[in-house]
């Protein structure tokens, strides 16, 4: 079979490897159909992330059909179109016993710290997989791991209908985010420094946006949220919107954090105590997969909106290089097998 692997930084190859077989009797064969190119993706291609090992087969956000199944499997069946929940944790702490593997310390991400999906098979455990009805895409199932981080959003804040949020930045993450925001009902205000990449929050729902390379984001926010909004997320990962964060907010808002950015940001604890904050990590997803599906059977996933190259295996390398080349105008590259 097939398997494209980061040989170097900025090389990819495609080497025939030797089809998967199961192993325990909870495990499954997927024949692998699409998979999204991830941000993490193109760090990983640009050499920039020390804590993955070369030669790795990268891609964590997939579907496919199930092709083989163990003795023991019972959540899926030969023939289901399946997408993947690509966080791998050991099970046994007390982190992932209290529900939190997404946390735990020894938690691995498919494709990242072991070897993921651009490859024409893959034998995974059962409890990773979700199936979806033949009315969905290959494709838009695809989508489905960039949603599942912005339905973990969603929980981590508690957003409700009658909420007003602040999303900042309209990447793929932050388009995610604002679809999810408006299949609850509440209102959305997304900024962003790239004027083009509003357009398409409009389009994915957002009532308001501002263009905050030029104009003010604190009277964009007053306008939308007197006295600021109940939940505020950077969907950009930077320390220096942390840092606007607290003076968005209202009293006893929310604020949502997803970068990893290792730069410190300069936040006075009196920001955070006079209005009574709360700021909420949020990292990949933690069982957030069955809400996803459900999105996904109800449509409410904008599939043309989010997916804006494809291309087929054998020209990765190309794929890789032109998502770089042209980031501002891409929000999803897909592979497809």
Same mark, same amino acid.
């Given at each position: 079979?097939?398997?494209?692997? $980061?040989?170097?930084?900025?090389?990819?190859?495609?080497?025939?490897?030797?089809?998967?077989?199961?192993?325990?009797?909870?495990?499954? $064969?997927? /024949?692998?159909?699409?998979?999204?190119?991830?941000?993490?993706? $193109?760090?990983?291609?640009?050499?920039?992330?020390?804590?993955?090992? $070369?030669?790795?087969?990268?891609?964590?956000?997939?579907?496919?059909? @199930?092709?083989?199944?163990?003795?023991? #499997?019972?959540? @899926?069946?030969?023939?289901?179109?399946?997408?993947?929940?690509?966080?791998?944790?050991?099970?046994? %702490?007390?982190? %992932?016993? %209290?529900?939190?593997?997404?946390?735990?310390?020894?938690?691995?991400?498919?494709?990242?710290?072991?070897?993921?999906?651009?490859?024409?098979? &893959?034998?995974?455990?059962?409890?990773?997989?979700?199936?979806?009805?033949?009315?969905?895409?290959?494709?838009?199932?695809?989508? +489905?791991?960039?949603?599942?981080?912005?339905?973990?959003?969603?929980?981590?804040?508690? &957003?409700?209908?009658?909420?007003?949020?602040?999303?900042?930045?309209? *990447?793929?993450? !932050?388009?995610?985010? @604002?679809?999810?925001?408006?299949?609850?009902?509440?209102? @959305?205000?997304?900024?962003?420094?790239?004027?083009?990449?509003?357009?398409?929050?409009?389009?994915? *729902?957002?009532?308001?946006?501002?263009?905050?390379?030029?104009?003010?984001?604190?009277?964009?926010?007053? *306008?939308?949220?007197?006295?600021?909004?109940?939940?505020?997320?950077?969907? #950009?990962?930077?320390?220096?919107?942390? /840092?606007?964060?607290?003076?968005?907010? +209202?009293?006893?808002? =929310?604020?949502?954090?997803?970068?990893?950015? !290792? /730069?410190?940001?300069?936040?006075?604890?009196?920001?955070?105590?006079?209005?009574?904050?709360?700021?909420?990590?949020? =990292?990949?997803?933690?069982?957030?997969?069955?809400?996803?599906?459900?999105?996904?059977?109800?449509?409410?996933?904008?599939?043309?909106?989010?997916?804006? =190259?494809?291309?087929?295996? /054998?020209? &990765?390398?190309?794929?890789?290089?032109?998502?770089?080349?042209?980031?501002?105008?891409?929000?999803?590259?897909?592979?497809?097998?």
């Amino acid at each position: 079979m097939r398997a494209a692997k $980061l040989i170097s930084a900025g090389k990819i190859e495609i080497e025939e490897t030797e089809k998967p077989v199961i192993m325990h009797p909870d495990e499954v $064969l997927v /024949e692998v159909k699409a998979v999204g190119i991830c941000g993490t993706d $193109l760090h990983i291609f640009r050499g920039e992330r020390d804590d993955v090992e $070369l030669p790795r087969v990268m891609g964590h956000e997939l579907s496919g059909i @199930v092709r083989e199944t163990g003795a023991q #499997v019972t959540r @899926v069946k030969t023939g289901d179109r399946v997408v993947l929940d690509p966080v791998f944790a050991c099970g046994e %702490c007390k982190t %992932c016993k %209290c529900g939190h593997v997404n946390v735990c310390s020894s938690v691995k991400c498919y494709g990242v710290q072991m070897d993921g999906g651009f490859q024409d098979y &893959i034998v995974v455990e059962e409890s990773h997989l979700y199936p979806f009805g033949e009315d969905v895409s290959f494709e838009a199932a695809a989508l +489905a791991e960039p949603f599942s981080i912005a339905a973990n959003i969603v929980a981590r804040t508690g &957003i409700m209908p009658e909420d007003k949020v602040v999303v900042m930045g309209s *990447g793929t993450i !932050g388009l995610c985010i @604002v679809q999810a925001i408006k299949g609850i009902g509440a209102e @959305v205000l997304v900024s962003d420094v790239v004027d083009s990449k509003l357009s398409r929050a409009k389009e994915a *729902g957002a009532d308001d946006t501002v263009y905050s390379r030029v104009h003010s984001l604190e009277d964009a926010v007053e *306008g939308f949220a007197p006295g600021g909004a109940d939940v505020v997320i950077d969907a #950009v990962g930077i320390a220096a919107l942390t /840092e606007q964060m607290p003076d968005l907010a +209202a009293p006893a808002g =929310r604020l949502a954090v997803i970068g990893f950015d !290792g /730069e410190p940001a300069g936040i006075p604890p009196v920001k955070i105590t006079k209005k009574e904050l709360t700021i909420v990590g949020s =990292r990949m997803n933690c069982r957030r997969f069955p809400k996803v599906m459900e999105w996904l059977r109800e449509g409410k996933i904008n599939e043309e909106l989010m997916i804006s =190259r494809k291309y087929p295996v /054998e020209e &990765i390398q190309r794929a890789f290089e032109e998502t770089l080349a042209d980031g501002q105008d891409t929000v999803k590259t897909l592979i497809l097998f």
